[in-house]
């Protein structure tokens, strides 16, 4: 089976660059705008590679607390630690706006 | 006297690191396997991992038979390590490596560094494999050349096994009403599907959506079908899409059914991959075969898979990807000529296609046996 040639792409490509140098031209996007977006991600996965620290934290605590409180206890621990996780992501996730 | 030909084996059994609903290896895994029991061999498959959904369809690799008369033989589907490679060594069965590639290491180390280790390992395991496997199939040639310098021989490149008439079926009606419904308010739709992953680089997807939402269309919608791999990453996602003020705008609904993936493909106007490294990418080429064109980043796989009918980019900044995709969607003939093309690339990788290499690679190498 041949391939089917399409010249459309590499025009596409050609007018993309123009259009892209044009918009650096008008100050429309810049380099810095571009670095401002790789500043931005870079702090949201900052925080994102931090929650994990959080909850494996929690983690370990929950494994602990399986050897030391009493089976009947362990519903009100669960939801005491509920209550203590969720207002601290949501706080995490308001900052990073 | 002449040689006497072994007898064709009876069994040829699937080995697989993990398997898993809604995804392209586990179904490809599958989809051979009624290839192999079509072709008359008892052929079961054994995992490590079974994903829910799996069970009773998969058995756990403790369970391989190990027969040692040539009657079995092992195809091993291999996209990461794990201990299902020590098994396949071990196997006193001819051996088959049906290879999706590895992620390289580097690429997933700072989100999920027990993956990275994987890939690790599974790279390190290909090399104890090469002298011991007799035939391997690559989904491309990307993968096949990999595969060579590794030390295989009798490499073969078979594309990616793909269920018959999946993407010819109508869009999930619900999912489409809605999909189309944010669409009514104008704007165009972006669409990227796969693993929410690092080297899948969905965060550069989301840059240059936020340029293309500035410069060019304030009311386009992006949306990132796909599984997510770890929490880290997705939640990374999110709170850039928070800080970028577009968590309205920006979508990631996680794995759907094929009715809804169907709807996402109806809708969209741009399929864009910005990928860092893929063995193949079936969903470019679902995207083309449903008429969306295709804006993608030329790394690993990818130009080989886009071929001529998609818009490849050396560079990602987010400017350049935007234009792109503006000129796409505003430049009608190209637009068309690029639907027309991608339709006609997307032939070369029907399910038939794809079938009648599997079959012929097996028998080939059932002959050479």
């Given at each position: 089976m041949s391939e089917e040639p399409a010249p459309f792409a590499s025009s596409v490509v050609a007018a993309a660059r123009s259009d892209a140098e044009r918009l650096a031209a008008d100050g429309r996007w810049t380099q810095e705008d571009s670095d401002g977006l790789d500043r931005i991600f870079e702090r949201a996965a900052t925080r994102a590679l931090r929650t994990p620290r959080l909850s494996e934290r929690s983690l370990a605590l929950r494994r602990v607390a399986r050897l030391v409180v009493p089976r009947p206890a362990r519903p009100y621990l669960r939801r005491a630690l509920a209550f203590v996780e969720r207002p601290l992501g949501a706080v995490a996730a308001r900052r990073d706006r | 006297m002449g040689v006497v030909p072994r007898a064709r084996p009876t069994r040829l059994d699937q080995v697989i690191p993990s398997i898993i609903e809604h995804d392209a290896v586990s179904n490809h895994t599958f989809i051979a396997q009624r290839l192999l029991r079509e072709m008359g061999f008892v052929s079961e498959i054994y995992a490590s991992t079974i994903g829910p959904g799996c069970a009773g369809r998969v058995h756990p690799v403790a369970e391989l038979p190990f027969l040692a008369d040539n009657s079995q033989w092992i195809l091993y589907q291999c996209s990461i390590g794990g201990a299902t490679a020590d098994v396949v060594a071990r196997h006193p069965g001819r051996k088959l490596l049906d290879y999706h590639n590895i992620t390289p290491a580097p690429l997933v180390e700072r989100w999920l560094p027990p993956l990275a280790e994987e890939s690790r390992l599974g790279r390190r395991q290909l090399q104890m494999l090469a002298p011991l496997v007799s035939w391997v199939m690559a989904d491309s040639a990307y993968n096949a050349a990999e595969l060579v310098d590794t030390g295989f021989t009798n490499v073969m490149v078979v594309p990616v096994l793909t269920e018959g008439g999946t993407f010819e079926q109508a869009p999930d009606p619900i999912a489409l009403a809605r999909l189309a419904s944010a669409g009514a308010r104008g704007g165009a739709d972006w669409l990227f599907v796969g693993q929410i992953a690092p080297h899948k680089a969905d965060h550069d997807v989301m840059k240059a959506f936020a340029c293309y939402r500035r410069?060019?269309?304030?009311?386009a919608r992006l949306h990132l079908v796909g599984r997510e791999m770890g929490s880290t990453y997705i939640d990374a996602l999110r709170r850039f899409a928070a800080a970028l003020d577009l968590e309205d705008a920006i979508?990631?609904?996680g794995s759907v059914a094929v009715g809804t993936l169907v709807a996402y493909y109806e809708i969209a106007d741009v399929f864009v991959c910005l990928s860092?490294?893929?063995?193949?990418?079936a969903p470019i080429i679902e995207a083309m075969s449903r008429g969306v064109p295709v804006v993608a980043y030329a790394a690993a796989a990818v130009p080989e898979t886009v071929g001529e009918a998609g818009v490849l980019l050396s560079d990602k900044s987010p400017a350049l990807v935007a234009s792109a995709v503006r000129q796409l969607l505003t430049d009608a003939p190209a637009r068309a000529g690029l639907v027309a093309a991608g339709r006609s690339r997307a032939a070369h990788f029907t399910p038939e296609v794809a079938a009648v290499a599997f079959r012929r690679t097996i028998e080939t190498a059932l002959a050479a046996s």
């Open positions: - | 410069v060019y269309d304030a009311g979508s990631l609904p860092e490294h893929e063995g193949f990418c």
